[in-house]
């Protein structure tokens, strides 16, 4: 059976990986788990390291993660987070960010117009490029005369590949999302490539569109979208945004995967929220949820859409916590969700 590496990282992290464990566990799936619970902000601080080798290595042999969150408000670093989380998209080329948003009660919808909540649709972020680099520098840095640089990185392997992928995934069309009126360089590259691939999938309705000009779009008439494909700081935006528009950042899952390779680490949208640590206010649905995208993934389609029924029940009849309208503590919209598939 295949291992997963669970990674409960930082703030709420712990609390709501471990109401996706016990789900998967009750599942009866049979998967196994290895938990690396030193990968947090505690040790960082102590030590300054962020993600081990050895501990890269493990998750490598595996070959899948859940992961918790990280960050954590006594860290002015950004070169923890960049060593945990970005390290492990970069070093095992998990080059597509899959966030799909469907709207899972007409409640939590934000939208006022009934023909406007029927979102269902998904971002396809390039992962491993973009302004997340790290390439740039400062100079004169802590004065008046500071200046700072950080590159755009786009190369026609990295845009192709996730551009490709976005097109094999369609049900019906596929929007790129660029800047290139004013990006000239990366958005020659992302205009060829989506081109090129268009013309290969001619079956496919294609459209572009620039990055404000879609934001806009998704406010107004969000069913209209099925995949928008994008690079890596347009698509961290943009799928916020739909995750808001399909009931909140708290139900949004998210997988980082390698279509190549098969492998892939699964995470909730909303962060490590450390105002809320050990409250029993965190909203366990989007570790959930990421846990049904790992499952599909690993071939357990009755059981991913099993969990995903569980999650819409249980919003509809309230049985969530307070940021959804309901009075549950983690641990016990957990157990709702679990109760309740079938």
């Known amino acids: 059976m295949p291992n997963i590496v669970v990674v409960p990282g930082d ?11 016990l789900t998967l566990q009750e599942l009866g799936t049979g998967l196994e788990f290895t938990f690396l619970e030193d ?24 070959g899948t993660v859940l992961f918790g969150a990280v960050g954590d408000p006594r860290v002015t670093s950004t070169e923890y987070a960049r060593g945990v989380l970005l390290k492990m998209r970069t070093e095992l080329d998990l080059y597509v960010n899959l966030r799909p948003a469907v709207l899972l009660d007409d409640r939590l919808s934000p939208l006022r117009g009934e023909d406007r909540r029927d979102i269902d649709c998904v ?18 840095p802590g004065t008046p005369d500071e200046i700072a640089v950080d590159q755009e990185v786009s190369t026609h392997l990295g845009v192709s590949r996730v551009i490709e992928y ?14 290139s009126n004013a990006v000239r360089s990366g958005g020659r590259l992302w205009q060829r490539c989506w081109q ?19 934001a806009m779009r998704l406010v107004t008439d969000a069913p209209s979208f099925d995949v928008i494909v994008t690079n890596n700081s347009y698509g961290d935006i943009l799928s916020d945004l739909t995750a808001e528009l399909a009931g909140g950042i708290g139900t949004a899952a998210s997988a980082n995967i390698n279509p ?31 846990a049904a995208m790992l499952l599909r993934d690993r071939g357990f389609t009755a059981e991913s859409e099993a969990l995903h029924k569980a ?13 959804l309208g309901g009075t549950l503590t983690t641990r016990e919209a957990g157990a709702a969700i679990r109760a309740a598939v079938s």
């Open 166 to 179: 976005a097109y094999s995934i369609a049900r019906r069309s596929v929007c790129m999302v660029d800047k």
């Open 260 to 290: 190549q390779t098969g492998m892939g680490l699964y995470e909730p949208v909303h962060g490590s929220a450390p105002d809320i640590v050990g409250k029993g206010l965190a909203n366990p649905a989007g570790a959930v949820l990421s």
């Open 311 to 323: 999650v819409r029940t249980t919003l509809a009849a309230r049985r969530c916590t307070p940021d």
């Open 196 to 214: 090129e691939a268009r013309g290969r999938h001619p079956e496919v309705a294609s459209s572009h569109l620039y990055v404000d000009a879609a």
């Open 39 to 62: 990968i947090n902000a505690d040790r960082f601080l102590k030590t300054g390291v962020a993600l081990t080798d050895a501990e890269l290595e493990r998750i490598r042999a595996a």
């Open 123 to 140: 971002v396809v972020r390039e992962n491993t490029e973009g302004l997340y680099s790290g390439i740039g520098g400062t100079l004169r």
């Open 11 to 21: 703030g709420i992290g712990p609390e709501v990986t471990a109401e996706a464990v």
